[in-house]
């Protein structure tokens, strides 16, 4: 159940960063082409090429877990007995639940809170707490990776190797 979980986030994430990248690319280059070339602009395009932009970092970021493509200092872990390095992951790792729940708990406050002021954004006049759903969305998506990735690392058959079912990879470093 959990592997299926997996693979449909895995999917989720893929789309969403292929559609996004896709949306910015084209906005980007039509408002360039209309600066430009027409000496006009879509008033909207920069607000919404910006919120996407910041959707893809919270996205990315689970992302980043999943592929194992997050900044790590994996030399020293290297350096240590394997029993010492495993517990250096394992308490990254669970640095990375606490700062999951964090942010999901204080991300979905902060939409509570804007969502209650009926703020709207200034461009496009789209509800704030839409664009702060991206806070809490995040949290969770953190969350499963670094859960999925703990999981990964106290299972002997795992934690030894890359398992053929999971692009997790885990060299003790975060």
């Known amino acids: 159940m959990f592997a299926l979980a ?7 994430e893929d ?9 910015v690319t084209s906005l980007i280059s039509i408002q360039v082409f209309l600066r430009y070339v027409l000496n006009d602009s ?12 910041v959707w893809m970092s919270f996205i990315g970021a689970g992302m980043g ?32 639940l606490a700062f999951a729940v964090l942010l ?27 664009v702060y759903a991206c806070l809490p969305l995040g949290g969770m998506l953190l969350f499963f990776r670094f859960a999925e990735a703990l999981l990964a690392l106290l299972q002997p058959s795992k934690a030894a190797g890359h398992s053929g079912s999971s692009e997790l990879e885990w060299t003790g470093g975060l």
């Open 65 to 96: 877990i999943r592929r194992g493509a997050h900044i790590a200092v994996a030399i020293g872990i290297q350096l240590l007995p394997s029993r010492i390095a495993k517990l250096l992951s394992m308490a990254g790792l669970t640095l990375g």
């Open 42 to 53: 879509l008033p909207w395009a920069e607000e919404l090429v910006r919120y996407t932009v």
């Open 15 to 23: 789309v969403a960063m292929v559609t996004s990248m896709a949306l």
């Open 104 to 130: 999901t708990v204080y991300g979905a406050k902060l939409v509570l809170h804007v969502g209650g002021f009926g703020q709207l954004s200034s461009a496009m006049r789209v509800p704030m707490a839409a």
């Open 6 to 12: 997996s693979r449909w986030l895995a999917l989720f």
